[in-house]
C-alpha cells in the first residue's frame, strides 16, 4: 500500500518515465522482424514485465538492463497466447496482428486488463478479416488463420487506439496497399509507426485519420527510444493543482498535452511550455466551474479522467465530467468521496463539488489510473491515507512515490 501524510505544496523538476501506451505495442511490433530490436526509455512497470513474460513464452530473448529492452524475434516459435496472460493484460491483444503475420496463424482469449468498461475487441476482429484472416470465435477463444495476408481497405467506425495499432502491423506484412480509414490519431499510434518506419515499413499518414501502408517490405534490426508518457506528466502537473505549488515536468511534448494543459488552465493554474516539457505554477483552490467531456485525441483523454476528477474534489464550485469512451471508469469517484468531496454519478456524468479541506482516508486502487488519483486527493488531504492495491497503480507508474517524494511529498510505499 502506499501512505501519504497530505496538505504539502509540491515543488521541484522531474523527468518523466517513458510511454506504456507506446512501449507495450512498439514491444509487440518487435516480432515482426525476426532479428533484434534495441527500445530505448522503458518503463518499469508491471505491464512491460507481463509482456516480456507474453513475448519469452513466444520463444523470444528479452532482456532488461536499466531502461534499455533487448528484444531478439529470431527463435519465435509460439502463435498462441495463453489464457492467463490475456487476463492479466488487454494490451496482449495487440499481438494477435504480429502473430498472424509471422506465423499465418494466431490463437488468443477475451483480454483483462482494468475493470474500466467492456472494450470489445469486434474492431480487431473486423480489421484483420479486411486483410484475409478467417477468425472462429467459441467460448472466449479466438483463432486466427490466414494463408497470406493481403492488403484491403479498413475502414473504423470508432477510432479504436488499440485496432488501429493491430491493423497497421498486420498491414506492414501484408501484400499490397492498406488504406486504414477512421484510425485512432493518439501519440502512441504516431510513435509505433515511426518505429516500424526504423524497421524499414512504408507507412505515410500518422497521426491523422487515414494511414496508408505498402505492405510486403523486409525488415531490419532497429534502436528505437520511447518518447516520454503524457498520461504520467499530465498526472503530476494535476497533483500540483490539488496541493498548489510549483514544477517542471521534462521529457514530455507540451502540444501532446494540449486538451490537458487547456483545462488546468481554466482551473487557475499558470502554464509555460517548454522545448522538452511543461512549467506549471498554482496559487490557492483550483477555481469552478467546468464541465469537461472525455473523447477520442485530441480532446481531453479518458486516461485523466479520474484524476481530474480528484483534482474537482478540491475545486471550488461545481464541476462535471461526461465520459464518452469507457462505461466503467467512475469506480474511483466512489473511493474519492471517503475524503469529503461530494461526488454525484448519473449515467455516464459525475458532478463534484470540492471541498477547501479533504481529510485523510483509507482507500483502495479499483484500477491504474483511478488509484493514482487516489494519491492526488491523498496529497492534497489533512492527515494520513493509505491508498490499497498498489498493484495496479504499478502497472502503468514506475516509480510514483519516489517522484513525489523528490517534489516535497510525504509518501512511502509499504507492505
Not at 522503458?42 to 523470444?60: A, E, F, N, R, Y
Request: aromatic share 6%; net charge neutral.
Amino acid at each position: 500500500m502506499i501512505q501519504v501524510m497530505g496538505a504539502e505544496p509540491l515543488a521541484g523538476e522531474i523527468w518523466v518515465q517513458g510511454s506504456k501506451n507506446a512501449v507495450l505495442p512498439v514491444m509487440a511490433a518487435a516480432i515482426l522482424h525476426s532479428g533484434v530490436s534495441v527500445i530505448e526509455n522503458v518503463p518499469k512497470i508491471q505491464d512491460v514485465t507481463c509482456m516480456m513474460g507474453i513475448l519469452s513464452s513466444l520463444g523470444c530473448e528479452v532482456t532488461l538492463e536499466g531502461r534499455t529492452l533487448r528484444i531478439n524475434a529470431a527463435k519465435l516459435s509460439g502463435y498462441e497466447i495463453e489464457r492467463k496472460d490475456m487476463g492479466q493484460m488487454r494490451s496482449s491483444m495487440m499481438l494477435v496482428g504480429p502473430l498472424l503475420a509471422r506465423f499465418g496463424r494466431a490463437v488468443a482469449f477475451a483480454p483483462g486488463g482494468c475493470s474500466i468498461g467492456k472494450r470489445p475487441v469486434d474492431l480487431h476482429l473486423s480489421a484483420l478479416r479486411c486483410l484475409g484472416a478467417r477468425v472462429v470465435e467459441m467460448d472466449g477463444r479466438m483463432e486466427f488463420e490466414a494463408e497470406g495476408l493481403e492488403g484491403g481497405n479498413i475502414s473504423f467506425p470508432y477510432p479504436s487506439v488499440g485496432a488501429t495499432e493491430n491493423a497497421v502491423m498486420a498491414a506492414v506484412f501484408a501484400k499490397g496497399r492498406t488504406r486504414i480509414l477512421g484510425c485512432a490519431r493518439e501519440p502512441e499510434i504516431v510513435e509505433l509507426c515511426r518505429f516500424l518506419r526504423h524497421m524499414g515499413a512504408r507507412i505515410f499518414g500518422e497521426g491523422t485519420s487515414l494511414i496508408e501502408i505498402e505492405g510486403g517490405g523486409k525488415f531490419r534490426d532497429t534502436q528505437y527510444r520511447i518518447a516520454g508518457d503524457r498520461i504520467v506528466a499530465g498526472s503530476y502537473l494535476a497533483a500540483v493543482l490539488c496541493t498548489g505549488g510549483e514544477i517542471c515536468v521534462r521529457g514530455v511534448e507540451a502540444g501532446q498535452l494540449q486538451a490537458v494543459l487547456a483545462v488546468l488552465e481554466q482551473l487557475g493554474a499558470k502554464i509555460f511550455a517548454l522545448p522538452d516539457g511543461v512549467a506549471l505554477a498554482m496559487k490557492g483552490r483550483p477555481r469552478g466551474s467546468l464541465f469537461v467531456k472525455t473523447a477520442p485525441y485530441p480532446a481531453f483523454p479518458t486516461d485523466m479522467q479520474s484524476l481530474l476528477l480528484a483534482v474537482f474534489a478540491r475545486a471550488e464550485g461545481e464541476n462535471r465530467i461526461e465520459e464518452t469512451v469507457f462505461e466503467g471508469r467512475f469506480q474511483a469517484a466512489r473511493e474519492l468521496k471517503k475524503f469529503g468531496a461530494y461526488i454525484q454519478i448519473e449515467g455516464n456524468c459525475v458532478t463534484v463539488r470540492g471541498r477547501a479541506r479533504l481529510r485523510g482516508a483509507v482507500v483502495e486502487a479499483p484500477d491504474l489510473r483511478g488509484g493514482a488519483a487516489l494519491v492526488l486527493a491523498a496529497l492534497a488531504a489533512e492527515g494520513r491515507s493509505e491508498i490499497h492495491a498498489y498493484e495496479h497503480i504499478a502497472r502503468g507508474y514506475a516509480s510514483i512515490c519516489e517522484d513525489l517524494q523528490g517534489l516535497g511529498a510525504k509518501i512511502r510505499l509499504s507492505e
